[in-house]
């Protein structure tokens, strides 16, 4: 490997209005080389990019920071590389730590090369024979999110209904088998045949539909789920909400996990059944996976035997290469990918 | 006593559209005259009825069932009494439970004279010295509606903040003075300025607004509640929930006890911050007093030394007479009354 690189970054050119665009982003080359070594005594750990998660909150973050407007984590900064979930591979030390050839995940910045302190970062075991790109997702933070959202937030019985929205997605698919796991009845709402299929075919649910051709929600859950749905996993707000709302039974819980539909609009849209909430009995609550980071040795224990044994599948939409990151993070907004979204920067 | 009355009874016209109006009830007087005597062996018990509950729900119960829209119990039948929680005397019983002279509370029509068959009835302890009325509120389902969804839905502790919408009703003004019990921070809305007062003044609240006199719900939260609120004990519903929203803390909790301005509109109004939910990571539940039917003995043993040791006040707006009591349960939606709404239907 050579001493030196002129480092690429996927960087946001100035904070978004309305839906992210490819335009939003730029790819840039340093016009300087980098040295892929730490300084002495910096306690900095340098690392080489290899797999990237693209989530929807990060559109959240390519927003302005306004106090009266939504905001989980700190904004991007225009000018400067974007950030998130990767795995990376260390290449030089001065943490005692970690060392050279070390498999890591953890935030990072979207670029080739990465210098850190390493906090909130986790060495990757790689006797676990696992692919690491799992790391960007069902074996870290959305993983976590699908496991704590489901189990904690939602506290399933067997035999209980389940409608998950988004179900093809990174969360969704995860949702759906841990439930079928659990005893439940099924089903997802997903954007095209192929993902309908998916749904299905691959992850065993007993039901799905694409929403794009009902022309009626209701009607769509009432078809599918005719005596109602005790627990709705929200990945996408707007409509759907307003048409599960109708369709839950008494005592139903709702795991808020995201509302991808509305993070970009101008208004978000408006809600008309919330008055169920009561009559329902309904519990509805928002959560991050965060929330959750003293269950992830539990929800290990529970995930890899899961892997092994292949009860549980996983499907990932990997795009190679960093100039492509910027189409794979925005095509999230348009149902784009199937499955998990990764971009792989670097053969391992 | 006569032996014989001629019953008057609050009936039902026909079922609603809009607004309860006084026009939709009727109170009659029977042709035929009724004898204060219940049938030996009929398991019967005939108690004259001394106070009538006037509450919200009751609006939902003249609307036409339809199973897409709210019901949470069973609809009132046109061309029958109207019912809701009283307090009675037992004037007869074939019943070995209950007999002559006995004080009881449960669910009654609104009528003089009542025959029932004493499901859900319950005995009152008359060596508890507190005024009959209260059974019809504090010490009855409104009572234990304040108790389970404030401590149980809720989880309050000492110190964070409370804000409570249509505060000076019957549950609102219990669940302000348990806050402030618990030493929590207490805001709370209420629709005139005499209402205000009385939140300041009677019950302690540390804040206070009129919401019908602010253009502006989220700067009046903003201006009593700068650091947010952990927890909303929702009645109204609507604008004030959109407004709320924003302003929740993180983790906080919305206990859903009602949502009083949505019940007769011909739409219901269109929220558009529940991506609030995710970000601020809120629980949002909707509940009915019976579901902590369980808890109401530890309930009793709270709030009867509260409200002998003058900890708890609690305010009742009594109206005498059957006949008026169309124009009391209508005054509910119009936001009549100052604290809970009784009906007085016979001296003791």
Chains 1, 2 share one sequence.
């Not at 051709?213 to 996993?233: H, M, N, S, T, V």
Request: charged share 20%.
């Amino acid at each position: 490997m050579e001493n030196t690189v002129r480092n690429k970054q996927v960087i946001l050119r100035d904070y978004i209005e309305g839906f992210p665009k490819e335009s939003d982003l730029k790819v840039v080359t340093a016009s300087n080389t980098t040295e892929l070594k730490v300084k002495p005594g910096s306690m900095a750990v340098l690392v080489k990019n290899l797999y990237l998660s693209c989530d929807p909150y990060m559109g959240i973050r390519m927003r302005e920071p306004n106090p009266s407007t939504l905001a989980l984590i700190d904004a991007f900064v225009p000018g400067k590389p974007i950030a998130g979930f990767g795995v990376s591979k260390v290449i030089d030390s001065d943490d005692p730590v970690f060392e050279k050839g070390d498999y890591v995940w953890g935030l990072v910045d979207w670029e080739e090369y990465s210098t850190i302190h390493p906090i909130g970062i986790f060495k990757i075991d790689i006797n676990i024979n696992v692919p690491l790109s799992y790391y960007t997702g069902i074996l870290g933070m959305i993983g976590l999110t699908a496991y704590g959202g489901f189990f904690e937030i939602c506290s399933p019985k067997k035999g209980e209904t389940v409608f998950i929205s988004a179900a093809s997605g990174a969360v969704g698919q995860l949702v759906g088998q841990f439930a079928k796991l659990m005893g439940c009845y099924v089903v997802g709402s997903a954007g095209s045949k192929q993902k309908v299929d998916i749904l299905l075919n691959k992850f065993g649910f007993d039901d799905a539909f694409n929403y794009k051709e009902e022309p009626d929600l209701d009607a769509a859950l009432k078809r599918c789920l005719p005596q109602g749905i005790d627990i709705y996993f929200e990945n996408v707000g707007g409509k759907m909400l307003d048409a599960v709302l109708m369709n839950m039974k008494d005592n139903g819980r709702i795991a808020v996990c995201g509302m991808i539909s509305q993070y970009h609009l101008k208004a978000n849209e408006r809600i008309q059944n919330l008055p169920f909430v009561i009559v329902k009995k309904i519990k509805m609550q928002g959560f991050v996976c965060f929330d959750f980071l003293n269950s992830f040795p539990k929800f290990l224990e529970f995930v890899l035997p899961c892997i092994k044994e292949r009860k549980l599948i996983y499907v990932e939409d990997i795009v190679e290469g960093l100039e492509n990151g910027p189409a794979a993070l925005v095509g999230l907004f348009h149902g784009q990918n199937v499955g998990k979204q990764v971009l792989k920067v670097a053969r391992e």
